[in-house]
């Protein structure tokens, strides 16, 4: 049975007529009224992506049309000047489709920077003040006191969205923190990617440990500060276990036989202490070298250790 409510007051056409208010009201305060009419809709995206802009989506006697879409999804969990700073966004699509030059599908170049900015939108792609302004993947922040915000600020009545939708906790999640980082290393061309803040390392060439990429440490640095503190920081270095490590971790040095429970004898080329409770050997059995891990679970690998003859006792 229908609400009284919704067949009394037609949401449809308030919802629309209102985003077609908001539309034509930032086309005049920020282009002059030069971008071209486009069809208006919302959706129910699946992907994180709050509002779409689709070239020449439309087609009727009349010739071809823009799409903008807002996710509907995002109306309640965050406040219209957010939402319309989406629109905006995505106007600034259409302004490049009118009259630029825009790149492959996806992609936000500089001429779209250019003119975000220009609106008064800051692009980033990480949601925060420093990051990229282009890619496939680019938010923005709201200038303060720019020309969007300014026209929000003025914005008449009749073109605030009426009927709101999504999550109602009435506020906007803030950007994740960065779930992977590059560490670097002194060898050129080195890289592994990990969680922040890794501890445990080591590269066995230069053998110095692993750092995060000063471009990435930068990146989440600036969440942390964003966030009001910081993500995981390094643990302190763990006791020794019982398990005997410590004397057999003490006991191995470079040019002695070391025998494994698996790759049998060999002569110890290498030794890397990264931690209490994790070192890497580099070690040769018969033709072929391994990189032998020893933590308190693998420490009884190692079934004995002795000097090499030629090394004297």
């Known amino acids: 049975m229908a609400s009284k409510t919704a067949a009394k007051e037609r949401p449809t056409i308030e919802q629309y007529s209102a985003f077609q208010a908001a539309y034509d009201y930032f086309n005049k305060a920020l282009w002059g009224g030069k971008l071209s009419p486009c069809v208006l809709v919302f959706t129910r995206r699946k992907s994180k992506a709050r509002g779409h802009f689709s070239n020449a989506a439309w087609s009727g006697e009349k010739g071809v049309t823009h799409e903008i879409s807002l996710t509907a999804d995002i109306l309640k969990s965050r406040d219209l000047r957010a939402t319309f700073g989406t629109l905006v966004h995505e106007m600034c699509h259409q302004w490049q489709h009118d009259f630029g030059n ?33 890619g496939t993947k680019v938010t923005h922040l709201i200038v303060e006191g720019g020309p969007y915000d300014k026209a929000f600020a003025s914005m008449p009545d009749g073109a605030k969205l009426p009927w709101l939708t999504g999550g109602d906790d009435g506020k906007e999640k803030p950007p994740s923190a960065p779930s992977k980082v590059k560490y670097v290393c002194q060898c050129p061309k080195m890289n592994v990617w990990g969680k922040p803040y890794l501890t445990n390392l080591y590269c066995i060439d230069c053998k110095q440990s692993f750092e995060i990429d000063p471009k990435d440490l930068k990146k989440l640095q600036e969440w942390e500060k964003a966030n009001g503190g910081g993500g995981e920081k390094p643990p ?78």
């Open 102 to 134: 825009p790149s492959k599908a996806g992609y936000h170049n500089a001429e779209w920077g250019d003119e975000m900015e220009r609106a008064g939108l800051t692009p980033t792609d990480t949601g925060l003040p420093g990051g990229k302004r282009t």
């Open 236 to 313: 302190e270095p763990e006791p020794e276990t019982e398990s005997g490590m410590g004397t057999i971790v003490d006991s191995i040095e470079v040019g002695m036989m070391v025998t494994h429970a698996e790759h049998g004898e060999g002569e110890v080329l290498e030794k890397a202490v990264v931690s209490a409770n994790l070192v890497k050997i580099k070690a040769k059995f018969g033709k072929r070298k391994r990189v032998i891990i020893i933590t308190p679970a693998t420490c009884d690998d190692i079934t004995s250790v002795s000097f090499l003859v030629a090394g004297g006792a």
